[in-house]
């Protein structure tokens, strides 16, 4: 089979384990609506069965079913609704980041607590909303965990995953509770953002899934170390790229506001960089308006600036570029079919080149 062959054949995989997930999570959620028949319960599941389909780049199935397939593990119902369960957890996540952010759009839409507090009216709504959307992301999250052992896997290998799995939430919680702590502390080193970076989402997004579907296909350690080497950096990439995205992107592309991350004052990579590098007036201008909810689009253009004017921008690019480096050279020697080689090395390219 020829590179090109493999490519393609890799495309159409992807895209049919994506239909295949999405198909699962249809099924799913059709046999777990609303338990009681209050309309406006009725409606808040039916908002949250939109927002658990509505887009998303199925990354996190995706690496669970290459990690499977990887590890010797053939295409069946197990690996897509164990790959399902992972797509869930991060729905119940987005949910409650949106949440923390106070973000108003999610892939173009209304986030969660957006969406439920338009169901009412008043000085209340907005708690409401919050509230609600707290529990929606709760429910999803215990939807996750009852998915992941819903299918027919041998005992020991769902023992194996299922610790994978408990290690994840814990990691990006974590991660997550680092991220909000950088926003009320002195300044965050290039250092501790990488640390966020690493477990919020490098472990969570990449690392995990990869490790998760190996198991269930009965991984030896050594395969799920590989994982575990292509994955960090792999994740850490995709990150620093989704920073990247945060400040300079496209808002009809990404479906998310620039200013979201400015005005939530997080400390990425790209502040981190600035401020050690900015003159005394530009740490000045960074300090006045980043993390300040009067923010404009005119002094947010500022504050890019600053950013490219500090090198940040260029050396979060060349970071992207060496873990992307590193990742890949381990894909490339490690111990699995050339299929599965070329779905992990055309999904790479999709998280660190994506503009999404």
Same mark, same amino acid.
């Given at each position: ?23 699962? #999570? ?7 609506? /609303?338990?009681?028949? $209050? @309309?406006?319960?009725? *409606?808040?599941? &039916?908002? +949250? ?91 999803? #999250? ?7 052992? /819903?299918?027919?896997? $041998? @005992?020991?290998?769902? *023992?194996?995953? &299922?610790? +994978? ?192």
């Amino acid at each position: 089979m020829t590179v090109g062959t493999e490519q393609a054949s890799s495309t159409r995989t992807a895209e049919r384990v994506r239909g295949l997930v999405d198909h699962h #999570l249809e099924r799913f959620l059709d046999a777990h609506d /609303a338990p009681v028949s $209050d @309309p406006e319960v009725v *409606r808040a599941y &039916r908002l +949250l069965r939109r927002f658990i389909l509505g887009g998303g780049k199925r990354i996190r199935p995706l690496l669970c079913y290459w990690g499977w397939r990887g590890a010797g593990g053939e295409e069946c119902d197990q690996i897509i609704s164990a790959a399902s369960a992972l797509e869930l957890c991060h729905a119940g996540l987005l949910i409650h980041d949106d949440i923390m952010d106070g973000s108003e759009l999610r892939r173009g839409s209304p986030t969660m607590h957006r969406s439920l507090a338009g169901m009412h009216e008043g000085p209340g709504a907005r708690s409401f909303g919050r509230a609600a959307a707290i529990l929606m992301g709760v429910l999803t #999250l215990a939807w996750s965990d009852e998915l992941l052992s /819903a299918g027919d896997v $041998d @005992p020991a290998r769902l *023992r194996t995953a &299922r610790g +994978l799995f408990d290690r994840l939430r814990t990691e990006v919680i974590t991660g997550q509770y680092l991220d909000i702590l950088a926003q009320v502390r002195d300044l965050s080193s290039v250092e501790q953002a990488l640390t966020v970076i690493r477990y919020k989402t490098a472990k969570y997004t990449v690392e995990r899934p990869l490790q998760i579907g190996g198991a269930l296909a009965g991984a030896q350690p050594a395969l799920l170390e590989t994982y575990s080497q292509i994955g960090l950096p792999l994740g850490e990439a995709f990150q620093l790229r989704d920073d990247v995205l945060g400040m300079f992107g496209d808002p009809a592309v990404t479906g998310k506001s620039v200013l979201d991350d400015l005005r939530e004052g997080k400390h990425t990579i790209l502040i981190a960089h600035a401020f050690q590098h900015a003159s005394p007036g530009e740490a000045d201008h960074l300090r006045a308006w980043h993390g300040n909810a009067e923010l404009t689009e005119q002094r947010a253009a500022e504050l890019r600036e600053i950013v490219v004017a500090t090198g940040a921008l260029a050396r979060v690019e060349l970071m992207i570029e060496e873990r992307a480096r590193d990742a890949l050279g381990v894909l490339h020697a490690a111990p699995i079919c050339p299929v599965t080689g070329s779905g992990l090395a055309a999904l790479a390219d999709g998280l660190i080149n994506r503009t999404r």
